[in-house]
């Protein structure tokens, strides 16, 4: 027989407490527990939460942390709702202890939503000490490392403070040394690779903090939210220091191009058609300039996008080198539902105002506008060998296809974005894999 995680760590927290001073806030009323909500939901504007029929956050966006409110102890109803909607995400049960402090988070794709109830008390790692724990709510990252160091530590010989974090679970609190700051990193596990960097960190001797990862909708990297086991459950966002973005070359320019970013030549000599890889930066905004290969040092287009922290941008540039443009994408590389493929449509043609998408003959899409993109469509796939679609598209409201693109294989759990690029003439797609 399984047990649900919250009891699980409610029993390993009652051994630890065998052993040391367990540490929390000091929640005394014998008859209620304390819950602090955490919406780490990127797929709704906000979230209401009630539990045992009492509203602990109305209309929380994403990202947003409520600190500990009392809730009468027993088995009490757990009810999320996207704000405005009729059908609740979550509608399930938990035991709540009286005078226990509890964090509830609420995560997870919209085709796969997951809670996390976990007891908030550890054990007072002594003088010269401070604790940690590690819960893991990014979807399609997998298992993580976090690393804890000196800031601009070398991370390739450093060991994971907390190793092997699958997602939807929790680490035990770990004892952590003491001192004036730390940078951390987390890493897909057995990786170097950073998909989190945050400015320097303190951490009070006897503390317990919950290293909470989540996603902004990266397909890559992540977010961190900081929260303390104290008093009142309080709590801070860690912003991850670094952004991603591509470059995908719909433009009428002949030769190919050369993309700078504050003035350093990130990616050369992009071709018609081409898409680059994903290319990490610094989170914030960035001047992004584009030179055609065959004139260099003539600059084509400035763009200033704000490149948020742990997400995923998309540049297309489109239009003649007299009156080049770029069009900026945000990017939901969350995986979509078991058994599909997410695709999205954008239309960056050269002179087509306006295009209905069919997918396998059946509209899926209605009056995509030049310069814009769809919402994702989720398509059956097949695993691995995928399925395969075909794309159509039509000037909007008329039987005159511009475009057909048949034979495109989907694989499942990935997301796709087609693109439309060219004038109607010689109108052509480009298929990208996003994550």
Do not use: W
């Not at 630890?16 to 504007?45: D, H, M, P, W, Y």
């Not at 070398?154 to 907390?162: E, F, I, S």
């Not at 287009?301 to 945000?330: C, E, F, H, Q, W």
């Amino acid at each position: 027989m399984s047990l649900p995680r919250h009891l699980i760590v409610t029993l390993c927290l009652v051994v630890l407490g065998l052993t040391g001073c367990s540490k929390g806030g000091n929640n005394s009323s014998g008859n209620s527990g304390q819950i602090r909500v955490v919406n780490a939901f990127f797929e709704a504007t906000s979230l209401d939460y009630v539990v045992a029929g009492t509203t602990l956050a109305a209309a929380l966006p994403f990202q947003g942390i409520r600190p500990y409110q009392s809730v009468n102890n027993g088995v009490q109803t757990f009810t999320v709702t996207v704000t405005g909607a009729a059908t609740p995400l979550v509608n399930a049960s938990s035991s709540i202890n009286g005078g226990a402090q509890y964090t509830y988070v609420v995560f997870g794709p919209l085709t796969s939503v997951a809670t996390i109830f976990a007891v908030d008390s550890f054990t007072d790692p002594g003088s010269g000490f401070f604790s940690i724990r590690v819960m893991n709510t990014a979807a399609g990252i997998g298992p993580i490392d976090v690393y804890l160091t000196p800031p601009g530590a070398d991370l390739t010989v450093a060991a994971p403070t907390v190793a092997a974090v699958a997602y939807g679970a929790t680490s035990s609190f770990v004892a952590v040394n003491t001192g004036a700051t730390f940078e951390i990193r987390i890493t897909p596990t057995g990786t170097k690779t950073v998909i989190y960097d945050s400015a320097p960190k303190t951490f009070a001797e006897h503390s317990g903090t919950t290293i909470m990862a989540y996603s902004k909708g990266s397909g890559t990297l992540v977010n961190v939210a900081l929260l303390n086991s104290d008093s009142a459950g309080t709590s801070s966002i860690a912003d991850n220091l670094v952004a991603q973005y591509k470059v995908v070359n719909a433009s009428l320019v002949s030769s190919p191009l050369n993309v700078f970013i504050d003035g350093n030549l990130q990616l050369s000599n992009v071709p018609f058609l081409g898409v680059s890889n994903y290319q990490q930066t610094t989170a914030g905004t960035h001047a992004i300039t584009v030179q055609a290969q065959s004139t260099p040092g003539s600059t084509l287009l400035t763009l200033n996008p704000n490149l948020s922290s742990a997400t995923d941008t998309s540049i297309a540039l489109v239009g003649p080198s007299g009156g080049m443009a770029g069009v900026v994408l945000l990017d939901d590389n969350q995986p979509p539902a078991t058994g599909s493929a997410g695709v999205r449509f954008v239309n960056t043609s050269a002179n087509v105002a306006s295009v209905d998408v069919f997918v396998n003959f059946s509209k899926q899409v209605t009056g995509l506008a030049n310069g814009t993109a769809s919402s994702y469509v989720n398509l059956t796939a097949t695993a691995l060998t995928g399925t395969s679609y075909e794309f159509d598209f039509n000037v909007s409201g008329t039987v005159n296809a511009v475009l057909k693109l048949p034979g495109v294989v989907l694989l499942p759990t990935h997301k796709y974005t087609v693109y439309l690029a060219g004038p109607t003439a010689t109108l052509q797609g480009i298929v990208t894999q996003d994550n």
